[in-house]
T-cell receptor, first 110, second 111 residues
């Protein structure tokens, strides 16, 4: 079983819609989770991290964590074409290491 | 804010040669640095952790003799791909632990 799983996509949403990206993990001891955005050919950019159950909002982005269900999600409101990228979900392990899922490709259609 | 500067951004080398990639922490000190590798359309895979003043820690399956990692100072970590082969062509990225920050990445192409 893979440690962090994501639907590879591509996920297509129209401009202005809400994009919902999902991530599940296998290690119940995981505490912190990260969402990164990666444009093609570029290195990942941190969008946000979350470590408490519930929602965390930052601008158009909302991360949701449910440790009982081992589930993390990222909602992008008012999606823009510039949001088209691959989104990586990661969980933190010991010594600050981050293990990443395969990523979900998002395409926002104008 | 904190910045991790990685060079070169792109390098092409001949098969059998060695390539060195540098990763510098700007405006902060990093006693450790993570090195990741990413093949096309795949996720980031952690290769190793460099440690200032001691040996690097390698993840399972990563060849220590092929990927030489050194942490020369509190602001500089290097990855040297030795005797490079076409299958080593990949995107190599460093990251400072605890910051969420990645370097710009190095696209290595071995011909």
């Amino acid at each position: 079983q893979k440690e962090v799983e994501q639907n590879s996509g591509p996920l297509s949403v129209p401009e202005g819609a809400i994009a919902s990206l999902n991530c599940t993990y296998s290690d119940r001891g995981s505490q912190s989770f990260f969402w990164y955005r990666q444009y093609s050919g570029k290195s990942p950019e941190l969008i946000m991290f979350i470590y408490s159950n519930g929602d965390k909002e930052d601008g158009r982005f909302t991360a949701q964590l449910n440790k009982a269900s081992q589930y993390v999600s990222l909602l992008i409101r008012d999606s823009q074409p510039s949001d088209s990228a691959t989104y990586l979900c990661g969980r933190e392990t010991s010594y600050d290491k981050v293990i990443f899922g395969p990523g979900t490709s998002l395409s926002v259609i104008p | 804010g904190a910045v991790v500067s990685q060079h070169p951004s792109r390098v092409i080398c001949k098969s059998g040669t060695s390539v060195k990639i540098e990763c510098r922490s700007l405006d902060f000190q990093a006693t450790t640095m993570f090195w990741y590798r990413q093949f096309p359309k795949q996720s980031l895979m952690l290769m190793a952790t460099s440690n200032e003043g001691s040996k690097a820690t390698y993840e399972q399956g990563v060849e220590k003799d092929k990927f030489l990692i050194n942490h020369a100072s509190l602001t500089l970590s290097t990855l040297t791909v030795t005797s490079a082969h076409p299958e080593d062509s990949s995107f190599y990225i460093c990251s400072a632990p605890g910051t969420g920050i990645f370097g710009q990445g190095t696209r290595l192409t071995v011909v």
